[in-house]
């Protein structure tokens, strides 16, 4: 918005064209080929095969962006399983050799697959992300390959495959969510039993952020704690506002969703008055720069009491990463590590004929048999004829039939003088927290439903996740404008009415209702299709399950519902959560006391719903591309490489092609001088999140990036950070335009 705002450089990613519609996803694209670079010196061999000397692996990285910097913890774990395969005696008597391809991007998922097989690779490691992941598992098993992914989180990956090609050492994120979970409910036991504690989920807008924190969310409201989801654009780089928003909520305990914005976060979180004590940060806080960027420029004391946890792997591991570069990134290295050595393990199971396939090898070298913790104890017990339970880094594993791990290693750690403290971790046994894969599946098809009627504008609420009278009136506001009978209740005709509506753009909704319809048929509720559209036969499923649950039969997954599974699970008693307990964390709850129920969610009368914009309007873009008078700030976006992110309302603050002109500003100049990661901040600087009217303005306003502007008016004349903006403003579906023309001169 600042003139300085177009010229200054910028050393950071932040969010520019999130108003350009596209699939909302955690910033995994994987795409085609890029570059190969071995992570080990040697040559894979001319002979290298399941059937002769060595292995070759290909490792997938995502497209430079937001997965790259987390990316290279799984690049380091990779180097170290190379390093301790190749010291324990290699495979089939040939060297491990890792091949890292590079997607490019903006293309198909899958193509980076096909890259690395055709470039040699006999198995792969990936992807780096949850999105995509399905169209990955896919083409790895049209290729007649099979590939282990080190972190992706989304669950349901791996249901569904027939043969089984895809297994992970990442822990989904219901599991997390309810490990989670159960430390908050002891942790608010200890100080307040029963209590209806606050709990605030601070979380990145995007698929990562909305699965563990909208999940959390419904398993804390469902045992009576009262959770508030405050999301943030994934590339924002200061949290000013969104520290404010959270200390307004005074919350009893805060859990920081985050990648490597995290030390940024906490660091406007303490200064904004909230203890640390009383927050936690998942995995990417066990990266050291994280927690120095924390305490920068303040006492060293500041940050101390806050708690992390994560799957980081154990001590012992965690601490070698940290030896051979204290500042690297240590995210997912464990279990890229864990899914090297399986994989060299498998090959040689195949080999030796105790499996027939090198994914049925990986269940059988992780499950029952001689426990072994090296790759070289491990092979030479395989080769003795034992049969052997590889017990990782990353945990005791245990693949089951789908190819997830059903143990899972938690790790703990404190900040105490600006440094990583107290690291301790804990093996938990994953059906133990499986009792609360309901609370996913709801709260999943909840977070779409809501982005959907955001982008469509009929809803104005958190992207929370959590059933809610304002979400029901969304819902019976969108059937009134469709014609349906204003019930508020989703169903096959609201269903099939929402995919119509959202066009090309429905895939993430059915992608939630397919996990839904998993959910229904292993509970054996449901025999249909998981085809991702909501049916009479899904609706009488939930029925079916709600009926044995003793609660309304509403067709949907709903508060009461998830409050009756959680009850349940506390009746039925729980096994010991962790077969490691450490000194200083607590296995998930299992005697907290039954709550009283929500209030009801009565829908309000469709008369009482605000009018709404109709669907037909086009969206930010296309208005954008519509009008003459704004190509040269869609020529920016465009160079800024749009992102990923759609079902969400933005107000812009749009310069005109003579406002730019006026100013000095050439836009072909700028774009050829900066990187799209230098742009985006440059194009954030103009975008508000929400749907903002001239006349709701507030005095202050906090941009995609991050920036604080000042809202002036003086008679008819509003000004935003100095530029006037000029009437009338254009209406989009999932936004809102005002015009600027001209730019302030400081």
């Known amino acids: 918005m600042n003139r300085n705002t177009w010229s200054r450089p910028v050393a950071v990613v932040v969010a520019a064209a999130v108003i350009i519609a596209g699939c909302s996803s955690d910033g995994d694209t994987p ?26 692996l290909g490792l997938l990285a995502p497209a430079p962006g937001l997965l790259a910097t987390l990316f290279q913890g799984q690049q380091r774990g990779a180097d170290l399983a190379v390093m301790d395969v190749n010291d324990g005696g290699g495979v089939l008597e040939g060297p491990l050799t890792i091949n890292t391809s590079v997607a490019e991007p903006g293309a198909e998922p899958a193509a980076n697959v096909k890259a690395a097989v055709d470039a040699g690779a006999q198995a792969l490691i990936g992807p780096a992300g949850s999105s995509g992941g399905i169209e990955v598992r896919d083409e790895v098993a049209a290729l007649d390959s099979t590939i282990c992914s080190a972190s992706a989180t989304v669950p349901g990956l791996t249901l569904g495959q027939d043969p089984m090609t895809l297994f992970r050492t990442a822990i989904p994120d219901d599991v997390t969510a309810a490990y989670l979970a159960g430390q908050i409910i002891n942790r608010r036991d200890e100080k307040a039993p029963g209590a209806a504690w606050k709990v605030a989920i601070v979380a990145r807008a995007d698929a990562y952020g909305y699965s563990v924190g909208n999940t959390l969310a419904a398993v804390l409201e469902s045992a009576g704690l009262v959770p508030s989801v405050v999301d943030y654009n994934p ?45 936690i940060g998942l995995d990417a ?27 980081m792997g154990n001590r012992a591991f965690l601490e070698r990463l940290y030896e051979d570069d204290p500042a690297g990134q240590v995210a997912n290295s464990a279990q890229a590590y864990d899914c090297a050595v399986t994989m060299a393990l498998a090959t040689a199971a195949v080999d030796a004929g105790t499996s027939d396939t090198l994914a049925q090898a990986a269940i059988d070298v992780t499950g029952d048999g001689v426990t072994c913790t090296t790759y070289d104890d491990c092979l030479t017990k395989l080769n003795a004829g034992d049969d052997i339970n590889y017990d990782g880094v990353s945990g005791q594993i245990a693949l089951d039939d789908n190819g997830d791990p059903t143990f899972a290693r938690f790790t703990s750690a404190t900040i105490e003088g600006g440094k990583i403290t107290g690291i301790d971790s804990a093996d938990v046994d994953i059906t133990v927290l499986r009792r609360q894969f309901e609370a996913y599946a709801a709260a999943n098809l909840n977070t779409k439903i809501q982005q959907a009627l955001t982008f469509l504008g009929f809803y104005t609420g958190p992207i929370d996740g959590l059933d809610s009278p304002e979400l029901r009136a969304a819902i019976a506001a969108f059937q009134t404008s469709v014609g349906l009978p204003p019930t508020g209740i989703w169903d096959e005709a609201t269903d099939a009415a929402m995919r119509a509506a959202l066009g090309e753009y429905a895939s993430a909704l059915m992608e939630s209702t397919m996990e839904v319809q ?58 010991p959560a962790t077969t490691v307990p450490p000194a200083t964390t607590v296995p998930p709850a299992t005697t907290v006391p039954p709550t009283t129920a929500p209030p009801a969610t009565t829908v309000p009368p469709a008369t009482t719903v605000p009018p709404q914009p109709p669907i037909e309007l086009p969206s930010l873009a296309e208005a954008l591309a519509a009008d003459p008078r704004f190509s040269d700030y869609l020529k920016l976006l465009q160079a800024a490489a749009l992102p990923e992110e759609l079902l969400a309302q933005y107000t812009l603050f749009v310069p005109t092609n003579d406002a730019l002109d006026a100013a000095g500003i050439d836009v072909d100049a700028l774009i050829a001088a900066e990187t799209p990661e230098q742009l985006y901040l440059i194009a954030a600087d103009t975008a508000l999140e929400g749907r903002f009217e001239l006349a709701d303005l507030p005095d202050t306003v906090t941009m995609a990036s991050g920036s604080v502007y000042t809202v002036d008016r003086t008679g008819d004349v509003v000004t ?27």
């Open 31 to 56: 795409a085609t080929t890029e570059t190969v670079e071995s992570t080990q010196p040697s040559a894979p061999t001319t002979e290298a095969g399941l059937t002769g000397e060595g292995l070759e």
């Open 235 to 279: 590339r924002r780089v200061t949290f000013d506002g969104t520290a404010a928003e959270v200390a307004a909520l005074k919350p009893d305990v805060s859990i920081l969703v985050t990648y490597e914005e995290g030390g940024n976060l906490l660091s406007a979180l303490v200064a904004a008055g909230l203890d640390p004590s009383t927050m």
């Open 285 to 311: 806080f066990f990266a050291p720069r994280v927690a120095n960027i924390a305490i920068a420029g303040t006492d060293q004391a500041a940050a101390d009491g806050f708690l992390m946890l994560g799957s």
């Open 518 to 575: 998993r959910l229904l048929t292993e509970l054996g509720f449901y025999s249909g299709p998981i085809d991702g559209i909501w049916t009479q036969e899904v609706t009488d499923a939930v029925k079916a399950l709600q009926r044995e649950l003793g609660v309304p039969e509403t067709g949907i997954i709903d508060a009461a519902t998830l409050q009756a599974v959680y009850e349940r699970g506390l009746a039925n008693g729980t096994p």
């Open 720 to 746: 935003i950070d100095g530029a006037p903006i000029e009437p009338p403003a254009i209406e989009a579906s999932n936004g809102i335009i005002h015009v600027l023309s001209s730019l302030p001169t400081a």
